[in-house]
């Protein structure tokens, strides 16, 4: 059971958390999505940056527009990080009881972490597919979580996930850097507890938020071109667009098709287009959840055991009478 309690306490503080930080950042997060998805020549671009995008929001009045998704990516969100961190702890606690070690080596981290990865990937990759469509849609044009998917074959619901599956490297490199950095900062603060269940260390709210912070950066540098390629497979089609251009678009619905598409239209560079936005973004999304997962994480626990030992009291009672 031991496992299991701080398990469900790290899986619940994190998908907390990432409900919060995804409702602050939502406006942020759909002008550096539009902004991404954009493929034209650098003489035809309509954005040539992120504020463009929201110059547009309030030059048309559809600000709010820049919230168009927002319930579908909150869904996704808070299922993809209750069953990310359920099934990183989870492994993590099982290799450490299988292993016999005290701390988990860099390498085995990796691999746990892009497991748990991989099976949250399968699970909601039709709430992301949704989610990015409502976003690169037309401003005060996005479609319904149902109307997105339904529009498509159940097959298009599933687009971009051999890149998604490839990106679980993303939050395993993440996690992994943050909890190496984790151990070393709290290492000399670490105190010799008596019983079999103690309340688990947590980080102060200001070193969460800057771990977080540069463990998200180091992560979103080495995977952009994978995450800009997903991006545009997964976009909604623009309606600005001609024949010649909606054929275009189908073409990169495919990894090699994307890939091609930005080699040729934007060169090199292409794939690195929107790197500045997509680091402030996630890095201040992860450095937010991560803040908020650390100063709750223990609040849950503790509420959880006062819960399980309250059942424990009870039941023989409940028996008795």
Known sequence: MGFDLDSLSEATSGAIGALVSTTVLYPLDTCKTKYQAELRAPHQQKYRNI???????????????????????????????FFYFYGYSFFKRLYLEKSGNKTIGTRANLIIAAAAGACTVIVIQPLD?????????????????????????????????????LLTSNPSIQYTVFDQLKQRLLKGKLSQKTGTESSPEALSAFSAFMLGAVSKCVATCLTYPAIRCKVMIQAAESDEDGGN??????????????VYAIWKREGLLGFFKGLNAQILKTVLSSALLLMIKEKITKTTWVLMLALKRYLLVTRPRLKST
């Open 51 to 81: 504020s463009d995008v929201l110059r547009e929001a309030i030059s048309t009045r559809q600000v709010l527009s820049l919230y168009q998704g927002l319930g579908t990516k909150n869904l996704q969100s808070f299922i993809s990080q």
């Open 129 to 165: 597919t949704a989610s990015s469509r409502m976003q690169t849609s037309e401003f005060g044009k996005s479609k319904g979580f149902w109307k997105s998917l339904s529009e498509g074959t159940w097959s298009e619901a599933f687009d971009g996930l051999g890149i998604s599956l």
């Open 245 to 258: 251009q909606e054929a275009e678009q189908k073409t990169q619905k495919t990894v090699s098709g994307a």
